[in-house]
């Protein structure tokens, strides 16, 4: 049984009222327990809200959706499926509640009505898994960007999450802050077996996952890994996505007719090519 | 003619438990008619030193001049060198707020006195610009756009201000490859065309070597490096420092250079970077 699972899901907003508008179509896709997924498509293709499906914010117009088995559909479940999958968005501010950070990583645990001392403990493994504790007690606002994310992401394993939902959760961020957040992100799944599904603009962070989607039009179009989806340079550009830097500069070579063989999705695949 | 900003330096609530110093003791030059990046980290000031170059923030210190006229002062001179820059914020789709998009974007020509005839060819010019067809969209309301769309329909309302220069914060941030290209497409049109001059806000390096003339890069309130993008990219601890990083590009030829491929590593955009690779390979026989 996948952790995740779509069956035919169809997503319509507003159904039935003048300004309806499809969403999704017809979408299947599995994702294993432990896979470090990533979505892409361009802006209104569909992603997000595919994504709100996972944990249930958004729930199907027609199709299923089961995680670890359990029907989003099913009131009775919705709470045990939040649990599981975590969600963080793309801007920072907007999801921080608290004027302390540990205050903050406690919402959740303290939500669900656990215990005062467990609460503690998980807040403090949260901050030190996101490499935040030293930040336990400081104000939200005093931090970048970035240790923003990671508390965020904090605040879905202090619930003991199985799964981890990120929708571009490196837009607003400078170069260190996307660095912080991607490796926290990769660590937590390599290290922790966290499922992770990561919506993202940037193909250099795609290329880091082990499978890659591809919306288009509201439509899954593709599914393969980084090198599957990534050697076909033209096709993503005909869905107005790109391939990370080294895969097009070596397409551009190729081009001009350097012979390169090997597939190429970052720099040390073209460093091989070039300089053997 | 330029704008020039003298020792400029500003506080967040001066005298109080949370004064923060933004800016410190600033001396920069944008010149007219060029495309001028100002990168930095989150924090480092970009967006407090925007704001000073039209009198959005008055410096706690220090003069700005817009084409050699102080802002700072209170005059009808003053007023309309202010008006010559226009800023477009980080996630400007958040400010829209008329109920269609005409009327939005008319809402500054009007407010600058523009009669109502050339308001309308404006909004027109604006749009038409921005690619978003007048007949199907004027009278629509702005809500019902996409992300996309939204961002160039709040950027149109910019654009109808006619400003001689444009300050652009992060415009790509959250569109995806393609929205991103076309939009700074459309910029580097607008200052091809009409020449105006353009100031780009970015932690993008990639989108700064392909687009900027020059870089400013500042680090905690302070300017650390004004140069080319050339001079800048070869300075690759300054760059760190900074908490920024080295255009894709440059980092892929600072990395076959370091495993022995005899380029002159000068490039920092895809073009040249091919070139330069295609050139080594020859020499070395291999094509």
């Known amino acids: ?34 896979e470090f ?17 996972f944990n249930g914010l958004l729930l199907p117009s027609s199709g299923k959706c089961l995680v ?10 919705t709470y045990d499926i939040r649990r599981q999958i975590g969600m963080v968005f793309q801007n920072p501010d ?18 669900i009505g656990l215990d005062p001392h467990e609460i503690r403990r998980n807040v403090t493994a949260a901050l030190r898994a996101v490499d935040m504790e030293e930040y336990r007690h400081f104000s939200p606002h005093h931090l970048s960007g970035g240790q923003k994310q990671r508390v965020a992401i904090a605040g879905a394993l202090a619930m003991n999450t199985k799964c981890l939902v990120l929708d571009e959760p490196t837009a607003m961020l400078d170069p260190r802050g996307r660095h912080e957040v991607m490796d926290t992100v990769s660590r937590l799944n390599k290290e922790r077996g966290i499922t992770t599904v990561y919506i993202t603009h940037f193909m250099e962070e795609a290329a880091m996952a082990d499978r890659i989607f591809v919306m288009d039009q509201k439509h899954l179009v593709a599914s393969g890994t980084p090198r599957e989806i990534f050697r076909d340079i033209g096709a993503m550009k005909k869905r107005g996505l790109a391939v990370p830097m080294a895969a097009e500069m070596a397409y551009r070579l190729q081009q001009k007719g350097i012979r390169i063989t090997e597939s190429i999705i970052n720099t040390e695949d073209l460093v091989r090519a070039i300089c053997q | 003619m330029s704008i020039e900003l003298k020792n400029i330096s500003y506080t967040y609530m001066p005298k109080t438990p949370f004064e923060h110093l933004a800016l410190d003791d600033i001396s920069i030059t944008i010149p007219e008619g060029k ?63 008329e109920e ?32 978003l067809d007048y007949d199907k969209y004027a009278h629509r309301s702005p809500f019902q756009l996409s992300g996309g769309q939204k961002r160039r329909a709040a950027i149109a309302g910019i654009l109808a201000l006619q400003p001689k220069y444009l300050v652009l914060d992060e415009p790509t941030a ?12 459309k910029f580097r049109r607008l200052h091809k065309e009409k020449g105006t001059t353009i100031v780009l806000i970015s932690h993008n390096m990639d989108n ?4 900027a003339d020059n870089v400013i890069i500042l680090n905690k309130g302070k300017v650390t490096m004004e140069a080319t993008p050339e001079e800048a990219f070869s300075q690759k601890e300054l760059i760190s420092q900074a908490g920024l990083e080295l255009p894709e590009v440059k980092t892929i030829m600072n990395e076959l250079a370091q495993n022995g491929l005899e380029i002159q590593n000068n490039a920092y955009t895809m073009d040249k970077a091919v070139e330069e690779i295609i050139e080594a390979l020859r020499r070395k026989g291999k094509c």
């Open chain 2, 208 to 211: 700064i070597a392909s687009y």
């Open chain 1, 68 to 77: 670890d088995g359990m029907d989003t559909k099913d009131e009775e479940h």
């Open chain 1, 94 to 111: 907007n999801q921080i509640i608290a004027a302390i950070v540990e205050d903050d990583v406690g919402f959740g645990p303290e939500n």
């Open chain 2, 35 to 97: 495309i001028t990046a100002i990168a930095g980290h989150t924090g480092s000031g970009k967006s407090t030193l925007i704001q000073h170059f039209n009198g959005l923030l008055k410096p706690n210190k220090g003069t700005i001049l817009v084409d050699g006229v102080d802002i700072g002062k209170k005059n009808t001179e003053a007023k309309a060198a202010r008006r010559k820059v226009g800023i477009v914020f980080q996630y400007p789709e958040y400010q829209l707020f």
């Open chain 2, 174 to 185: 959250g569109l995806d490859p393609k929205g991103r290209e076309s939009l700074m497409e």
């Open chain 1, 1 to 34: 049984m996948s952790f995740i699972e779509c069956v035919d899901l169809t997503h319509i907003y507003n159904a039935g009222m003048e300004n309806e508008m499809l969403a999704v179509e017809n979408v299947n896709i599995k994702i294993e327990e432990g």
């Open chain 2, 100 to 131: 269609t998009i005409a009327k939005d974007i008319a809402f500054g020509p009007r407010n600058i006195g523009c009669s109502e005839d050339e308001t309308q060819e404006r909004v027109k010019q604006a749009m038409d610009f921005v690619n």
């Open chain 1, 37 to 53: 997924v990533a979505i892409l498509g361009t802006n209104g293709s569909g992603k997000s809200t595919l994504a709100k499906h």
